[in-house]
Each structure stands twice: as structure tokens, then as C-alpha cells.
């Protein structure tokens, strides 16, 4: 155990002279790349489009199914996906295929001699290889967060800009297989500069009225504060694979096709005539005479000569056809083709606003389990991405400084690039595979990790010192993660695992208050090795600078004892503030109500669990969510056993509803304007070979939100959710009232009571489903436990273990209200406490200890002498409506920015108007000499952008995107939602 700690506090943040025009590279240079047959405006054009469906993990790891190992559990291996269907392409210039996840492709780029990389390029600059989507993986669209998307996007594109220049710019977004699509990810899609976007999984009976209405291809709006968010998006007739009988890949049991006429087993014409009649069908589900037909499917083309000269030999057979002219194509073409007649023809295209979850296979397969499928896993995820926007900061400015370190966070890049893979974050892989993932992440976080002591000891370092390398000690965890960008001052809340109950708390403005208080948990469910001590030291760290660090120095010292041990509550009690509160019912031991900024709600909350379904059927598993009841059940109905500590700084109820779950409410009496849960539910137990589904449900009293809530898409804009109604099609909940009403919350879930102007909100520190099933009342799933598998192809049971246990999860929700809209008076809207809490608190500063028993650091005083306590990065706070979302290295000497408006339009008097950011001497350690203006993705430079032709929908041309000011570039507008992207160079200080 410590006793003696250095612990550095980072956040980093961003935003950033008289700067010159930008030398444009060549990487990102316009180009023409695009090659389709042609089309036959007297005939039904056929788009085939090979691809293969290659999942970077799920039944395998990674690496198993780059490689091929392990066909016992699936035969599939890419690098002969991509080797071979390569060499089918070379010198068939007709044939057309599509290659979708940068990861794999990266992996077998690597490996290639330079002879075939030229064949390559070549290929992808004759328009046969399209490159399609073009981040590292297909990420999920339930549970990522804006910002992993966007780094997994952005660090596929570099790795497909340097290779192929402008011909390997995707321009097409391919989503076949997430299960169900967010508007946010449109949205997204736009901001890259995609002309389309091609989904898979959408509600059975959505997709049937969508058949019946030729409305397969449709316009997708997806901001409500955007301008330009409009995407074509387009869906197969039937599902992402081949249809029957054409599959002739080696994973098929197809017979090929015969097209020698004096052969007996002659089929050409069978096979033509049975193509044909499918399409026969596919004519009523089109407005124009444009069909996307994929031929592929998973980890299909492995000896991709088998499938093209059949395909060839189908293609030839419709030759002389005078209905279908069939030819290979890539999205893109298709896309081309269908605008071409959309404006021919003066049709009109339906429009959506809002998303496709939740998705719904068939009766009773509600997909809606999977947003909280292995908690923990999400979990580690988000520190991932911490961590990792913390460490491109830190390179950043050590790269500035002369020390490239920008190597170490490549594996990282890499590694939540995979984790945001569609069976990845969403928990529906198999265990062995869930493990790998972990595995995959820790290593890429500690090489990520491994110069962050050189770095910020040169940061803090006296400027008479040599280079200074703070050893961070493996005595203390990193806490929650690293920072996401927050702009003004923070104060975070600091607990340390201690020996003792007396210490000294020095930092750079003098000796800090603390409470010692007893831990929440004995825990019992670790290894012996692995257990905390059983008291935390809890002190504020105020004012972190913006984009900075800051340094206390903790001593283990004699004196009174300050430990507060957990106290038995006797009677009603108030915790907390006048402003900030709750109170605890001593008859039950739960809930009673909560203040926050003086205004009081009388809030139950409660955990309860879903019997899992496991009788015939559809049962509930990783990916469904299916209960044996329409009710859910208590925990427990019995008095909670409670316990309680008020301290200085911090009041704390601890309460155990029975050995799987147990619970912390806490108030932090300095802090305004939420409530945090700190939960902690494990080893559950089944019920009668039943599976365990576990929820927080809170509930307001004489709140009336008339059955509507809100949910965020992918930690943004919100998104409006009725009980029981869908948008564009009719379904009865009857059947199946909870699960058909979750969706995915990865940031919050908001109830509104109009009439009171009043709006309720609980913030999670993770994706999870929740629904509001009642007035006032929001739930959230926090852990699942199941004992059989639902039948979608990962072929075990969700039933997490650890240590020999059931595993257990630990998270927190934090409640906040406030009033849903304000005058333009000062006060802040419950919106704005939400944003700027979701920053605070769930992009945490990164919490990381050094050993001080010897050396340099052996004392308080020999520390001064050393090093500095604190560094801000930035020269001032950026608007408190702005985020740096992105500061980190780029190609040669440039550096990536991204600044981000975080509020909606209406949300907030004053914080949704629109902002100028002034970025001139912003940083403390560099100046911005050039800067250019790119789109989202930082592969096109947005005037060569808006330069482009663009597709037009509806007669709606797209107004110009807003563009730097030639005469003040370093002043960045900002409007409601808006994200603007900027490549810089820099001169040091």
C-alpha cells in the first residue's frame, strides 16, 4: 500500500498567429474514380454488388478470423477473401467488388509485395475495387458514441488516404448488419461527405409496408439542427446475402452454373429464368427501374474465382433478356443511377426524421437486449476512449515540444476502432471472444499509456530541469478515464484507496479539506489480491485549467481521526445541501426525495429484474430481450438495510438490497445540480432456470409526461419516443409491452412534464436500454444474466462469470431537473445542466498516481523544487458551449481539430444561439501558423468538397457548408450540433 502519493489530476480539452494559406497535400487532391456499365433506360437495371460480410470478431477473435484458424467453430479466413478476390478482379476489367472493413484490409496490406499493392491501386483507381464505408470496423449504431465513430472513421480514411489517395475515398456508407440504425449515424454520414448510405436490419414489419409502399430507397434527415443532413439511404429487398440458389460461393451448397448447351446438366437458362422471377417480385417494391442486389454474404469469396465466373455466366444469360439488364455494380453506381432517374422522371422521394429502433427480427424478437449485453465490457470501453483522447492530447503537445510519441497511441487508434464492431460493444460475441477484445484494449492502453509520465513530467517540469519521468505507480488505478475536451475550469471529486485516516492533501493553492469514508462494498466477488482497502480518502480537486494538469501531493500523517464509518439510520434524515439533496424513507430504507438548485421532488427509486424468457421459442439472450412477465419484481419488498456517513465534503447512503445488489446515493455538498447512484449488481442468480434482467427504475411523483420520453442518439441529439406508437408503421405492444418499448440510451434518457415546464433526466456512464413505462417513470437496464441462447448465431448463453461467480457490474447514474426552457435571464435550462454534466462526469479527468517514498519526490518540499503543480494547455476557457472533441497528431507536421457546438436549437436561452470561438493564442504552448478547413472525417479539404457536383433529392440542392473566413480564419462559428473539422501546423512558443 502507498502511503505516500504524487497524484496527477489530467484533463485535457482543446480548441487553438495570423495564419498562412493552407499547401494543400496531395492525399487529398479531387479526383474521378468512379467506373459504372452502363444503364438501359428501356430495361429494369440489375445492380449485383459481390461483397463480403467480414466481422471483426464474434464467433472468432480478430486475428482468428484474419488468419483462418479455428474452422471448427467457422470457416472463414479474409486475407483469402481479399487475396482472392483481387486476383479475380486483375485482368476482368467488367468485374465489380466492394471492400468494407479498414481493419482487415490494413492487415493484409502489410503483408503484400509491392508489385500487387500497385495491381491494387490500380484496381481502385479504375473504379473495380470500391471502397466502401472506410472506418476500421462496421460500428454498431445502438451503443457507440458519437466521438469513437468519428475516431474510427477518421483513422480508417488516413490509412485508406495515404494508400490510395482520393480513389480510396469512400463516398458511400455501408451499414448492413447493425441491429438497427440511429439518426445520428446519418447524420454522421453527411458530415463525411457521403452521397449515400446502405442499411440492413429494420423492423419485419417496417420493412414489409416499405415493400409495399416502394419505399426501400427514401431520404433520411438526420439532424433536426443541421443543415445539409439530408442522405439518400437505400436497404435490400430482402436481407444482405445472396438470394437462394445464387449463392455459388464455396460456403454454399449451390451446383455452378452449365452454360455449354450440349452439356446435360445445361442450366443457364434455368438459372436465368429463376433469376429473373425474383426480380419479378423485387418490381413492386422499386419506384424506378434501379434494383441492389448483393451477392455475398459472411466471410464469403474465399475462393472468389468460384463466385465471378458464375456470376459472368449469369450476367452473359441476360444478355439478350428484354426485361433485365444485369451487371455488376457497387453502391455508389447504384445511387448514381437511381438519382438519374429520380430527375428524369420528376419523382419524389419519401423523407424520415427520425431512426429504426427499435429492430424487431420477427414476433417476439425484440433486438433491444443487446443495449446492456456485458455492462462491463461497455464499460471499458468508454475508458478506452478516455484514455485515448487523453493521450492524443498529451502527444500532442509533446510533439510540439519535439518528442514524437504519436507510435504509442497507433495500437489504441486500432484497438477502439474494433470495439466499436457491431459485435463488439454491443455484447454479442462469444465469451472467448469478449475476453480477446479485453485483452486487445488493456494492451493497447498500457503501450498507449507507457510515455504519459516522460510526457507530463516535461509538461510540469522547472524550466532548468532535464527531461523528468514521473514513475506512475501501479498502487493506484487510473480513475474513470481521460479527457473528453472539457473547456472551462473543472472540480473533480477525487477517491483514493487508503490505509489510514489521517493525511495532509497539498496542490498548488494550499492544503486541501478531505473525508475518509468507508467503502461501499467488501468486495467479496474480487480475488484476494485484487480487493481495495476498505476506507477511500475523498478530496476536491478544484479548478483543473482547461486542457491541463494538476498535481497533489498526499501524506499519510499522525493525528486526530478523521475516519466517518458507516452510521445505522434510526430515523427520516436529510442528506446533503439546502440546494442539493435527497431524503431516505427509514420504513422502507429507499428513496423518498430529491432537491436539487432548491427545488424539491418527492423520486422513489428501486431495483427490480425481468424474468428472462427460456421456455419454446424465441428466449432472451445477448441479442433479445424477451420476459416472462409483463411486470417487472422487486429485489426485494422487504426494509432495505441502511447505512450512512456524513461528511465534510460528502454525505453517502449505502444501501443493500440483498447479496446481488447493493447501492451508494451520493451528494457532494459543493457540487450543484445532480444526484449520483453508484450501483454495484452481480452474480445473479436464475429463478426456475429463468434468466435475471436487472433494472433501476425511478419514479416522480404527480409528473404527467403523457407517455412520451426522450432518449440521446449515440450521446447526442435527442430523439422523441411515444409508449406504443411507431412513426412509419402499426404493431401491437400487447405481445411483447416492455422490450418493444427499450431503446438504446448511451448518454440519457429525459422525461418532460409540459404543464409544469419541468424535465427529469438520469445520465449513465455506459450504453444501456431503458424506457419510461409510466408516468415519471424512467428505467434503465444495468446487468443481464441468462441461461440460453436466442438462436442468432452466437450459439451460447449470455452467463458472465468471473472469479468462479456470476461477474458483477459497477456504474453510476447521476439525476438531474430543471426547467425545460428558461428566459434569457442567466438560468440554465435542464438541457444545458445535462450537456455540461455528461462532459464533466462522463468524460472524466484522467486520476493517475506517483510513488513518493524516495527520489526526487521523497518529500513536499523536494517536489516544488522539481516540478511545477500545475500546466493549463489552454490560454483561456473555450465558450462553455463548446467542446474540443478532437486535438491530436496528424500526418507529417500537421494536427488534427475539431471544434463542436454542443447544444440543440431551443434547448437553452442563451447557450443553443450560435457561438464564435476565437482560437488566435489560444494554446499556452504553441501557435497555429496555417490552418484548412476539411470534412468530418479529415480526408477532403471542404472547399475541393463543395466544389464536388452533388446528388440532389427532391428539387432540395444543399446550401454551401459554412467555410473559414479568409480574412480571420482563427474565428470558428459554431451553430447548435454543428462539428467543423480543421487540419493545422504549428509553431512552437
Known amino acids: ?276 422471377n425474383k426480380m419479378d417480385q423485387y418490381e413492386s417494391y422499386y419506384q424506378t427501374t434501379q434494383f441492389l442486389v448483393p451477392m455475398g454474404g459472411d466471410f464469403n469469396y474465399q475462393a472468389a474465382e468460384i463466385n465471378f465466373s458464375n456470376l459472368d455466366k449469369l450476367i452473359n444469360g441476360f444478355k439478350a433478356h428484354k426485361k433485365y439488364n444485369v451487371f455488376y455494380s457497387t453502391p455508389s453506381c447504384y445511387i448514381k443511377a437511381v438519382n438519374d432517374e429520380i430527375a428524369r422522371r420528376s419523382l419524389t422521394l419519401r423523407k424520415k426524421t427520425d431512426d429504426f429502433f427499435p429492430y424487431a427480427s420477427e414476433k417476439h424478437a425484440y433486438w433491444t437486449g443487446y443495449f446492456t449485453s456485458r455492462p462491463t465490457s461497455k464499460r471499458f470501453e468508454r475508458t478506452g476512449n478516455n484514455i485515448l483522447q487523453a493521450m492524443k492530447q498529451l502527444v500532442t503537445f509533446s510533439r510540439v515540444k519535439g518528442d514524437d510519441r504519436e507510435s504509442s497511441i497507433t495500437g489504441l487508434r486500432e484497438a477502439m476502432g474494433i470495439m466499436q464492431h457491431h459485435d463488439a460493444i454491443t455484447g454479442t460475441e462469444k465469451a472467448a471472444v469478449a475476453k480477446d477484445y479485453a485483452r486487445l484494449l488493456t494492451q493497447a492502453i498500457k503501450d498507449a499509456e507507457a510515455p504519459a509520465g516522460v510526457i507530463i513530467g516535461n509538461l510540469l517540469k522547472k524550466s532548468f530541469q532535464n527531461d523528468v519521468d514521473l514513475k506512475l505507480s501501479t498502487c493506484l488505478l487510473a480513475n474513470g478515464g481521460g479527457g473528453g475536451g472539457f473547456v472551462g475550469k473543472l472540480t473533480h471529486y477525487v477517491r483514493l484507496p487508503v490505509e489510514g485516516d489521517n493525511f495532509k492533501i497539498s496542490g498548488p493553492d494550499g492544503d486541501e479539506i478531505y473525508d475518509v469514508v468507508h467503502s461501499m462494498s467488501k468486495f467479496d466477488h474480487v480475488k484476494e489480491s485484487l480487493k481495495p482497502t476498505s476506507k477511500n480518502l475523498v478530496f476536491a480537486a478544484k479548478e483543473i485549467p482547461p486542457l491541463g494538469i494538476k498535481l497533489y501531493y498526499v501524506e499519510k500523517i499522525e493525528g486526530e481521526e478523521e475516519f466517518r464509518a458507516f452510521e445505522t439510520l434510526s430515523e427520516n434524515d436529510y442528506f446533503g445541501t439546502d440546494e442539493n439533496g435527497f431524503t431516505i424513507d427509514t420504513n422502507t430504507g429507499r428513496l423518498n426525495s430529491v432537491t436539487i438548485n432548491g427545488l424539491t421532488l418527492n423520486i422513489t427509486q428501486d431495483f427490480m429484474y425481468y424474468q428472462g424468457y427460456s421456455s419454446g421459442g424465441r428466449v432472451s439472450g445477448a441479442y433479445v430481450f424477451r420476459t416472462t412477465d409483463k411486470q417487472a419484481k422487486l429485489i426485494t419488498s422487504e426494509k432495505l438495510e441502511v447505512k450512512f456517513i456524513k461528511g465534510k465534503l460528502v454525505d453517502e447512503v449505502l444501501q443493500v438490497y440483498s447479496p446481488e445488489v447493493s447501492q451508494v446515493i451520493r451528494v457532494y455538498k459543493d457540487d450543484s445540480g445532480f444526484i449520483e447512484f453508484d450501483w454495484l449488481v452481480g452474480n445473479l442468480q436464475q429463478d426456475s432456470n429463468a434468466g435475471k434482467e436487472v433494472i433501476t427504475r425511478f419514479a416522480v411523483q404527480n409528473f404527467s409526461n403523457k407517455g412520451v420520453f426522450y432518449t440521446d442518439s449515440n450521446g447526442r441529439e435527442q430523439i422523441r419516443r411515444e409508449l406504443n406508437k411507431r412513426s412509419d408503421y402499426d404493431y401491437d405492444a400487447t405481445d411483447d409491452p416492455i422490450s418493444s418499448n427499450y431503446y438504446p440510451v448511451t448518454s440519457k434518457i429525459v422525461v418532460k412534464d409540459e404543464e409544469r415546464n419541468l424535465e427529469v433526466a438520469v445520465l449513465n456512464d455506459r450504453a444501456q436500454g431503458g424506457s419510461s413505462l409510466g408516468d415519471g417513470v424512467i428505467e434503465l437496464m444495468v446487468h443481464r444474466r441468462l441461461v440460453r441462447d436466442d438462436g442468432f448465431g452466437v450459439g451460447e448463453a449470455l452467463k458472465e462469470d468471473e472469479y468462479g461467480k456470476g461477474l458483477y457490474a459497477r456504474g453510476q447514474h447521476y439525476l438531474v431537473f430543471g426547467p425545460i426552457t428558461t428566459e434569457d435571464d442567466g438560468e440554465k435550462s435542464a438541457a444545458a445542466i445535462e450537456r455540461d454534466l455528461a462532459r464533466k462526469k462522463l468524460l472524466a479527468p484522467w486520476v493517475l498516481a506517483v510513488a513518493s517514498t524516495e527520489g526526487p519526490f521523497s518529500s513536499l518540499e523536494n517536489t516544488k523544487s522539481f516540478i511545477n503543480f500545475k500546466f493549463a494547455g489552454l490560454t483561456r476557457p473555450l465558450p462553455e458551449n463548446v467542446h474540443l472533441l478532437t486535438l491530436e497528431p496528424w500526418r507529417d507536421d500537421t494536427y488534427l481539430l475539431r471544434l463542436e457546438h454542443v447544444m440543440e436549437k431551443g434547448e437553452d436561452a442563451v447557450l443553443s444561439k450560435p457561438v464564435v470561438v476565437d482560437i488566435e493564442n489560444l494554446f499556452t504552448g504553441f501557435q497555429i501558423s496555417a490552418i484548412g478547413e476539411t470534412t468530418l472525417g479529415a480526408n477532403q479539404w471542404l472547399d475541393d468538397y463543395e466544389r464536388e457536383e452533388k446528388l440532389v433529392w427532391n428539387d432540395n440542392a444543399p446550401t454551401p457548408w459554412m467555410t473559414l473566413d479568409e480574412n480571420d480564419p482563427l474565428k470558428i462559428e459554431l451553430h447548435p450540433m454543428q462539428i467543423r473539422t480543421f487540419i493545422i501546423r504549428v509553431e512552437a512558443k
Open 1 to 276: 500500500m502507498c502511503t505516500r502519493l504524487g497524484i496527477i489530476l489530467i484533463f485535457l480539452n482543446l480548441a487553438a498567429v495570423s495564419p498562412k494559406p493552407f499547401t494543400r497535400d496531395a492525399q487529398l487532391t479531387p479526383a474521378t474514380c468512379q467506373a459504372c456499365h452502363p444503364i438501359d433506360v428501356e430495361k429494369i437495371n440489375i445492380h449485383l454488388v459481390p461483397h463480403s460480410h467480414d466481422d471483426v470478431g464474434w464467433l472468432k477473435t480478430v486475428d482468428q478470423y484474419y488468419y483462418g484458424n479455428q474452422k471448427r467453430i467457422q470457416y472463414a479466413g479474409v486475407q483469402y477473401i481479399i487475396s482472392s478476390s483481387i486476383q479475380a478482379l486483375i485482368g476482368h476489367p467488367d468485374r465489380r467488388y466492394i471492400q468494407v472493413e479498414t481493419a482487415f484490409f490494413w492487415k493484409w496490406w502489410q503483408h503484400q509485395e509491392d508489385a500487387l499493392k500497385r495491381q491494387v491501386i490500380e484496381l481502385v483507381n479504375n473504379g473495380q475495387l470500391e471502397i466502401i464505408n472506410g472506418a476500421w470496423s462496421m460500428n454498431d449504431e445502438a451503443a457507440s458514441h458519437y466521438q469513437s465513430t468519428i475516431d474510427q472513421f477518421t483513422w480508417g480514411f488516413r490509412f485508406l488516404n495515404d494508400t490510395f489517395g482520393d480513389c480510396g475515398r469512400p463516398k458511400v456508407g455501408w451499414q448492413i448488419d447493425p441491429f438497427g440504425h440511429s439518426r445520428e449515424h446519418a447524420s454522421l454520414m453527411t458530415q463525411l461527405g457521403f452521397q449515400g448510405l446502405v442499411i440492413g436490419r429494420l423492423d419485419y414489419r417496417d420493412k414489409m409496408k416499405r415493400r409495399l409502399d416502394k419505399n426501400l430507397d427514401f431520404v433520411w434527415r438526420g439532424s433536426a439542427n443541421l443543415n445539409n443532413s439530408e442522405i439518400f439511404t437505400t436497404m435490400f429487398p430482402d436481407f444482405y446475402v445472396t438470394i437462394d440458389g445464387y449463392c455459388f460461393d464455396v460456403l454454399c451448397n449451390v451446383e455452378p452454373i452449365v452454360d455449354d448447351e450440349k452439356n446435360p446438366d445445361y442450366n443457364l437458362k434455368k438459372k436465368v429464368e429463376g433469376f429473373a
